[in-house]
């Protein structure tokens, strides 16, 4: 395959000849194809179609009000309108949500998120979030059968291990691990080795991110850059993941997380899911709640303009008014989805949040 580095057109970051988008800003790297436009605030919100509608269009033009047409642009102003996917939410209960949104500079939205969660709130839910490779061939197909096929087993299982507070964390662990495993087969199910080639790119990839929340037991599993943090009230947040990236590698030999972060290879990830991966057992990591606080689950998107914790945690006080507690999470995701593409909407964005707000201990014996 040829890899001969060029340079992006819009941003002048090095990229290989083989990848169809630009990792740093989102441009499409094809000469004759300009970096698509905005999408509309106003863009469709339903529940995400199924895989073989990802490129369905909305019915009515965003920008005037006329009927899109066959072709996918507005018969009567001429803008593209907007597919299905480019900006969607879910919300399976009132304390947990997720906003995916395309961003500014990205043609087509490649992140998916995937929920699950009982009524009760601080009870029982599953997040997880894919980002789909730009580089890599259906990424964004890949990113959402990963997404469901992990939420299909951690929402379907709901084993407790031996009743005692150890066994449940590796019941949780294990299901992960599980989980995990079947994002990698869906992604697997959807990579066609067939288009993979010089002219067209590298297999399908995604990274990988899970939350589960077990009453005051939080665990998560990780594979590539998308995060998991957790925002008390009051107190210090904390990022619960840490990324397979040449950024992190970077930021352990010693870097400043704020040089690594923007550097030319920033972003440039060392494990994924895919076919051509070295590795995808997930990184876990489990704390049990013990005050109120925003479990954040998001892809770089959004940490791409507030990495750290502290900051973060901030920065949910300031897009909340001021009242974290009172926020609703449908609310809050869509505010900071709002936030990362008024600083420039590079990057397609995911933010899925939870709230923790009465804490309901496990129902388990502590063992002896």
Same mark, same amino acid.
């Not at 605030?41 to 909305?58: F, K, N, Y």
């Not at 909340?320 to 449908?330: K, M, N, Y």
């Not at 989805?337 to 804490?359: E, F, Y």
């Given at each position: 395959? *040829? ?27 094809? =000469?004759?194809?300009?970096? #698509?436009? #905005? ?13 073989? *509608? ?8 965003? &920008? ?17 309108? =907007?597919? $299905?996917?480019?900006?969607? &939410?879910? /919300? ?5 949500? @997720? ?21 009760? =709130? ?27 096929? @992990? ?37 697997? !199910? ?7 080639? @010089?002219?067209?790119?590298? =297999? ?36 619960? &993941? ?5 950024? /992190?590698? /970077? ?38 709640? #013990?005050?109120? !606080? ?15 914790? /502290? ?7 300031? &897009? ?9 999470? $449908?609310? $809050? ?10 600083? !420039? ?24």
């Amino acid at each position: 395959m *040829d890899d001969a580095v060029t340079e992006c057109p819009s941003c002048h970051v090095a990229v290989a000849s083989s990848e169809q988008f630009c990792e740093a800003c989102g441009a499409e790297l094809s =000469p004759t194809v300009a970096v #698509a436009e #905005a999408v509309p605030s106003e863009a469709s919100s339903q529940a995400i179609p199924a895989p073989q *509608d990802l490129g369905v269009t909305a019915a009515i033009c965003q &920008t005037c009000g006329g009927e899109v047409i066959s072709d996918g642009y507005c018969g009567t102003c001429g803008a593209r309108a =907007p597919t $299905l996917r480019d900006h969607f &939410t879910e /919300q399976p209960a009132a304390w947990v949500a @997720a906003v995916c949104d395309r961003g500014i500079r990205h043609p087509r939205n490649e992140d998916a998120v995937a929920l699950a969660a009982d009524d009760e =709130p601080g009870s029982r839910a599953v997040i997880v979030v894919c980002d789909g490779v730009s580089s890599s061939i259906d990424s964004d197909v890949a990113s959402l059968a990963a997404a469901r096929a @992990a939420r299909d087993v951690l929402g379907s299982s709901r084993s407790q291990g031996m009743g005692t507070a150890s066994s449940l964390v590796a019941a949780v662990i294990a299901r992960l691990e599980a989980a995990t495993d079947a994002a990698s087969e869906a992604v697997l !199910g959807v990579t066609h080795l067939a288009k993979v080639g @010089a002219a067209t790119g590298n =297999p399908a990839s995604c990274t990988f991110v899970a939350a589960v929340v077990e009453r005051d037991l939080l665990v998560v599993g990780s594979v590539g850059d998308s995060r998991v943090y957790w925002l008390p009230d009051a107190g210090t947040a904390v990022a619960l &993941t840490v990324d397979d990236s040449f950024a /992190q590698e /970077q930021i352990a030999s010693g870097v400043p997380r704020a040089e690594a972060e923007t550097g030319p290879q920033s972003h440039a990830i060392t494990r994924w899911l895919g076919v051509d991966t070295p590795n995808h057992s997930p990184t876990t990591a489990t704390m049990t709640l #013990a005050e109120p !606080g925003w479990i954040l689950v998001c892809s770089d998107g959004l940490w791409n303009y507030c990495s750290e914790a /502290q900051d973060l945690a901030t920065l949910v006080q300031k &897009t909340s008014g001021g009242s974290p507690a009172a926020a609703e999470p $449908l609310t $809050l995701a869509g505010a900071l989805v709002d936030w990362a593409n008024a600083q !420039g909407g590079q990057d397609n964005i995911s933010v899925a949040l939870a709230r923790i707000q009465s804490l309901a201990p496990r129902s388990t014996r502590e063992e002896a």
